[in-house]
């Protein structure tokens, strides 16, 4: 598979993949837990979208649950085992390949057999289209009213669209929208309680506002109620039911934190779990959305517990 090679089946997405255990089974043995973990997070990603994963590796490793470090290191060595396909696009998998592959094939068979069997329809029914009286030796000239019309089947026309397509593109476009939730949306949101209903909220706020207008808002909203008990913050249905996006779009961004090197960053981190304070010039602590610190540097409890400070260390 060449490096230039973009995988795209996004029109033919898998209502479901076939699993064969033994070949799974086989082709992990070996593996550890936490490999497998990855593996199989980012081969069920590429079957859900169709296209190759073109995320970074920050978000790839939030997507599986893993340490930045670790994710790298796991990935290397699937790549070096050919169980993960780094193409110039994005990662891709040979198998997944196959098996878009041959559905691709047999939608494409289905909609040929079907294209043929209305061309046939609509022959046979224009053959029908004869006088009453195809005996008749008469030169007297037959009327228009002996003779059978067979209106074209209007099904078959270009312009009408099948149920199944429309119903396929939406549960596409569906899935697309319940992927922004759970991977921008909802790891954002401050207070992670009735997901189902934030949900439902998500996907009707998404059919009349951009994903960045509500972005905006929530990451101004996340900095207002930081530290805040959780009883007091508002459900994110509510935040989306309200459009409170709205409410925090036209506020004044903060002044950009001062510039800082990795040095700078690393004293920072060693004050902070030293002290549990975190000073807010600095930008929002670990654990919080829009945290400046670099990914590498952080280590899992960064963040927990520390109290933000307006005095300078």
């Known amino acids: 598979m060449r490096a230039d090679y973009v995988p795209d089946y996004r029109h ?11 070949d799974f089974l086989g082709g992990i043995r070996g593996m550890k837990a936490q490999e497998i973990g990855i593996y199989t997070v980012l081969l069920n990603e590429m079957y859900n979208r169709g296209v190759a994963l073109d995320q970074s ?22 790549i070096e085992d050919e169980k993960i396909v780094r193409l110039d696009c994005g990662l891709w998998n040979v198998r997944c390949e196959n098996a878009f592959t041959s559905r691709a094939k047999m939608l494409e068979k289905q909609s040929e057999a079907g294209k043929t069997s209305a061309e046939k329809r609509r022959k046979n029914k224009g053959g029908l289209e004869r006088p009453l009286n195809d005996r008749s030796t008469s030169v007297q000239p037959i009327s228009e009213s002996q003779t059978i019309i067979i209106e074209e089947d209007k099904s078959s026309s270009p312009s009408s669209r099948p149920a199944a397509a429309k119903e396929a593109v939406a549960r596409s476009k569906k899935k697309a929208l319940e992927a922004e939730f759970n991977e921008t949306f909802w790891p954002a949101y401050p207070r992670k309680v009735e997901k189902k209903d934030a949900l439902r909220a ?112």
Not at 60 to 74: E, N, S
């Open 57 to 78: 590796d920050e978000r790839l490793a939030r997507m599986c649950g893993a340490d930045i470090r670790v994710f790298k290191k796991v990935l290397i060595d699937l």
């Open 202 to 313: 998500f996907l009707k706020a998404r059919s009349t506002v951009s994903l960045d207008t509500i972005m905006a808002g929530l990451r101004v909203f996340a900095s207002k109620v930081a530290g805040k008990d959780q009883e007091f913050i508002r459900h994110a249905a509510t935040f989306l039911n309200g459009e409170s996006w709205n409410n925090f779009a036209e506020v004044a961004a903060p002044p950009a934190p001062e510039a800082a090197t990795e040095e700078d960053w690393i004293r920072r981190l060693r004050y902070g779990r030293q002290q549990s304070n975190w000073m807010t010039k600095w930008g929002p602590r670990p654990g919080l959305p829009g945290c400046l610190v670099p990914e590498h540097l952080l280590e899992p409890n960064d963040g927990a517990g520390w109290r933000d400070m307006e005095l300078a260390a």
């Open 12 to 22: 033919c997405l898998l209502p479901y993949v076939q699993w064969f255990q033994d």
